[in-house]
């Protein structure tokens, strides 16, 4: 089994209609007797992502054994990471401020008038400015 072949449970998450718990409950899921934290991380909130999916989608799910480990933060400087991440953590080490988001301009003036990120409630809906 591939992330590919889960397209359906990830359709059914986005959906909205799938907690977690649910989510982990599905029998290919079960299958794959990954940790919680793997499951969450992985695929409830990656697996559904193009770029993930270009570089893991075709990944046998079914192949990897999850261990935990300590390991030395200066191994992270050597550690690969996706084919659609190459560069991603040079560019983030020289620029360590990032946003995607533009700044509020007055809808009269066209000035700046602040951050134009927002956070949202996930239970109200209601955002503010951050």
């Known amino acids: 089994m591939n992330l590919n072949d889960l397209s359906s449970l990830m359709e059914r998450r986005q959906d909205g209609g799938l907690s977690f718990e649910r989510f982990r409950s599905d029998p290919a899921l079960i299958a794959l007797r990954w940790p919680d934290d793997v499951l969450r991380d992985f695929l409830f909130d990656h697996g559904d992502n193009g770029s993930f999916m270009d570089d893991y ?3 046998d799910l079914t ?3 999850w261990t935990l480990e300590t390991i030395p933060s200066a191994d992270f400087h050597t550690m690969p990471t996706g084919e659609s991440e190459v560069g991603l953590i040079e560019h983030f080490a020289k620029n ?11 809808a009269g003036t066209g000035k700046i008038t602040g951050p134009g990120c927002a956070r949202r409630s996930s239970s109200t809906g209601a955002s503010w400015p951050r």
Do not use: M
């Open 57 to 59: 989608g075709a990944l």
């Open 63 to 65: 192949a990897i054994a």
């Open 96 to 106: 360590p401020v990032h946003s995607q988001c533009e700044p509020r301009k007055s």
